[in-house]
């Protein structure tokens, strides 16, 4: 199974498929591993900013409809209701939903999910638009990592929402550049990967990108399971029973079975690369299962970024240390006491740096461990696409083509919102969403078709829900061949048959 | 659009993407153009043995239950019974179905249903081990594509049963070397087709499979949508009204944007060819839209193979004549007044000299308009693979990962056979199946999980049809990736919860 990374030790015999040796791509460990943003705290604030008025416009939602709730007898009750809505969230509301408020209690479930809507939308418009989390250029992240020996950066987190913020900030990856599809557990669809790697590949050796297939990189599938330190019976990953070793071993089988499935289908030494990832949702910590030199990991043996962070990692990030990669370097070979191959190590030193960044800042702005540490999703995201969600807790996002083949996907996410919205009276806002690539005919209008044909199928599979007024839809599609932003084609918030958005 | 097919008329800027120019590739007209078998006579009446016995297994069945369902008050019924059947059918039916009776009537539904899928399972069985059906190999068949400027041959049939033998037989083409998936009305899906042509070329470059890349070929997509010369207004195809002009325009449109997204999603003069094509279902003769030089067809100009027979092509054929392609040639010229590029040429005079013999087939053993020019298929097939399906009017077949996205094909095949079988009393049998690369470690058990996925999802859909008895299903799976036969993992005919299959 290791054939083609045995083969990598005999550097007489390199061929375009056999690994670097350390010798000859051996990277620079004296440079920044980090994108220069002096100090760190800069980063950090700049993150806390977006994360605190992006969440804020959602979180006052509740509220203002409350107060609007208790406006609704006044005689000027539309005129009030509206300015009320414009100063505190920034939009008016559909008027149809206000006008009736004189025969029958305004209805505020509808309200409820128009406005989590409306701010999506607006949230989404913006991402694309000011590109709020933009880091580090694409061109200069790739020569990062093909100096670590890799061209692609596929990451398949857990479909939880306390994992959506990964990229982004848990990792301080550019998050363009990194491939992301959630899954319940962390469960990735070995085929779906399959398919992704022969496209990356073919890119490689018919176009040259993102680099030449004769270059000696590899395709790096990064599996990201989740637990909970605070409270780890109960807030762990509900798809593994909040059992963190066996979260741990199922993803770590997942990712054999994808690198066996590439070894196995195709010839001439074709292999990836592989990293298991913990992370705790509680303080953002992760835990690297550090492979050696073959490749070979296992669940029990990682380094621990919050022991790293408390034995001093925040002084020394501080000062600067650790975005010196030679320091970290011989911190993680201590720990692991096998030696990983040279540009593994290097990758594994800029997310461990990254993520003493993310500990930092969840001391910083969220007293070292977050108030909601157990699930506060204000979404459902399900389909394909939403690069824009980039923020923990805020989606429970399920990667999904069809209802059928997600459904037990979406069961854990309408559960959990059945406990946090239904339970209250409110309904579940699930966005459907279908990126399509604009450069194929007829691509939008499929891509329309499947919104639609996700609506009813999720509609059909939550009728009770539906008939009881419990769930509501968006629906939108994006072209992601360009940098535009996600169109809206449907909702399910209505007045006589007239979609309000 | 057309740009990379208008570079190759100028061969001084020839590279690895553009068409070879006729003079370098110019093939040999002077030699067969189909395999050597001769006389034809001999290749028919070997195609017409398999079809008929197999058919003949499945139509025994009503026979023999209406029998069987007379004899249940004899004493001796159960070893009656058994008698007949084994001597009829060749195998004995589940005891259980038989032994009550004395009690209550025989199930002769599930009995039916029994008796299809265990003459499906024997069909499927001899396919795989005797290969009734194979013809040249594999690798002379490449050469001869090949020299034609192709690599790859994928045909998208309508799913309906009376195309299912369209490359077996309407096309005598070698199963194994071509692709086929069948949509409904020809309307294939361009997302799996890109899909495929990026694993193709990724090959191509990578293995050097099916050639290098560096080889001018390219990927020849042919849709095949279908008429009724016989009834043209009630037995043409349903998903597009039986209007015939309209089911050639819509697999135009879909085949040109296959083409565009190709050439818009890569780079270098990417293209595929195309080619579209019209097949009688009463006389299996066809129609070909041939192609100019730069790709272009339409709809209305095509050479209609049933009037080339008549003008003596029968003759031609037994002399041999059709055979040596020059003779074909002139006369396709003649026909289309436009010259298509000749390899191109040289892949359309194959198909039409093998669809004259199989014009001749269906005169010499059907009368030369099939008795069954509407449906008659035996049961529906949903999933992935069916390679052992090439017999015409035997199976619906829908390739689909979902219900959910299969589900209009599906609903235009429970139609049928609502006409076909329900309104009789007997249930329809569906076969559902998922072929999976057994290299793939999980692929199997992912397989079994489909296929079980695929059958809650059919019943739920057709739930009245199911709870009033009138669906079975049988499940299975098969290692493509091998030359073995499918294995079955399911079957919903049972007594006490007990499969029978």
Known sequence: MFNSREKSRRPLQRSAFVRP?????APSWNVNILP?????????ARLYQYEKTTKEQFDKIENVLREISAMQHERNFVDLAQRFAKTQLGFSLPEPLLTNHWIKPVDIGQLYAWCVFETFINMSDEFFNLQ???MEDESSFQKFIQECGFHTLDVSPCADGRLAHIVSYVLRLPYKSVRRKSYAGAMFDVEDSLQKWVETEMLRHREGKPNQASEPTRYLKIAAYHFSSVAPEHEGCAAHGSDEVRAAEEAKNQLLAFRQGVENSFCCGASIDLLLIGVDTDTDSIRVHVPDALGNFDV?????TLSLYRRGGAGKLNQGDYRLGENLRDVILAQVGSSPADGMLRLIA???AGNLQQIEYVKQYHGGSYYDIGHQERFIGMGIGFEEIQLRNLTFFSYLKTVEEGAKDLDVGVKIFSGLNIQRGLPIPVIIRFDYHGEVPGA???AELRCQQLNQALRQRYEDIVKRGYMHTLLMVRDCSMDVKAEVIGCSVTVNKEELH
């Open 36 to 44: 220069a943003e002096t100090p760190v705290v800069n980063a950090n």
């Open 132 to 134: 709020p989390l933009a």
């Open 444 to 446: 939008k209008a499929r």
């Open 350 to 352: 800029r997310l461990i």
């Open 300 to 304: 029990e043996n990682y380094i621990d």
């Open 21 to 25: 040796s350390p010798q000859r791509a």
